[in-house]
Each structure stands twice: as C-alpha cells, then as structure tokens.
C-alpha cells in the first residue's frame, strides 16, 4: 500500500483530508480496538472478529504511525512486540468514534451498542464531556471497556 504524505492528497478539502487519514475501515477498527478494548499489540488486532488480512493490518498500522495518529513503542515486557497508543492527533478521533457508536446504536437493530444503553444514553446527553474523559483514559493507559473481547 502506498504511504500517502501531506503532499499526495487528492485535494485540501477538509472532508477529503478526513476520508484519506482516517476514512477506510481498517483505520478506524484500529482506533476503535484501542479505546474501547485496550488492545495494543500487532497480535491484539488480529483477533478482532472482523479479521483483518496480516498484510493489511501491517500497512494500516504503519500507515497510521506515519501520519501522526498512532505511535509505536517496544513491549516494556517483551522487547519484540510494539506497542501500538493514540497520539494527540488521534486522541482527537476519539469524539467521531463516539459518534459513529451513537449513530449505530440508533439505526443498527443488531448493534452491540444496543446493550450498552446506559453508556449510550450518556454519551448522546453530553458528547463532549463523555469524549473528553475518554482521552483522559486513554492517555492513562486504559480502555473504556477492559474486558471487553472486541
């Protein structure tokens, strides 16, 4: 897969911008699988349900650390597996996430949101207030869901 810079864009539009960092599905998976189930390693992403291809989840990821959204850093444990954080840049994808959980939670019958209704509902009552403790947990090595098998 090609490495996009800032440079290769198709155009400065700032949904066009969106799209091409973080708009495919595996980008967001990615993001996803780190907020809501702490997942941090190449290994942890594997086993999503979704099953992501190795060799896509390598481009993604390293696409990913290339544009500021990610950071990878050796296991302290295991200095052959990386550790996979949000960085600033992509602490600040956490609010579109959240919504993109509240839109499918709304028009997904069969969407896991569904069972999280009390979070749901806070989160749709105050969005930002939720987004902002979301980064605070994220920044402190934690995950909304810690067991959650996602």
């Known amino acids: 897969m090609k490495t996009t810079s800032k ?5 400065h ?7 091409e960092i973080f708009g495919d599905r595996w980008s967001l998976l990615i993001i ?5 189930a702490g997942k941090k390693t190449y ?5 999503s349900e979704e099953g992501i291809a190795t060799n896509v989840l390598a481009a993604r990821l390293a696409f990913l650390e290339g544009q500021g959204i990610l950071s990878r850093a050796p296991s302290p444990d295991d200095k052959r597996k990386d550790f996979y954080t949000l ?3 992509g602490l600040d994808l956490i609010p579109i996430v959240l919504n993109i959980v509240l839109w499918s939670a ?16 806070r ?4 969005p930002m207030e939720v987004s902002e403790e979301v980064k605070a947990l994220i920044r402190n090595g934690g995950c909304i869901f810690p067991k959650s098998k996602e």
């Open 7 to 11: 440079e290769d864009f198709r155009s």
């Open 13 to 19: 539009c700032a949904v066009n911008y969106g799209v």
């Open 32 to 36: 996803r699988d780190i907020v809501f």
């Open 43 to 47: 290994g942890d992403f594997l086993k």
């Open 87 to 89: 960085t600033e840049k």
């Open 106 to 121: 709304k028009h997904d019958s069969k969407s896991y949101a569904r069972n999280l209704k009390e979070f749901v509902d």
């Open 123 to 126: 989160l749709g009552g105050s």
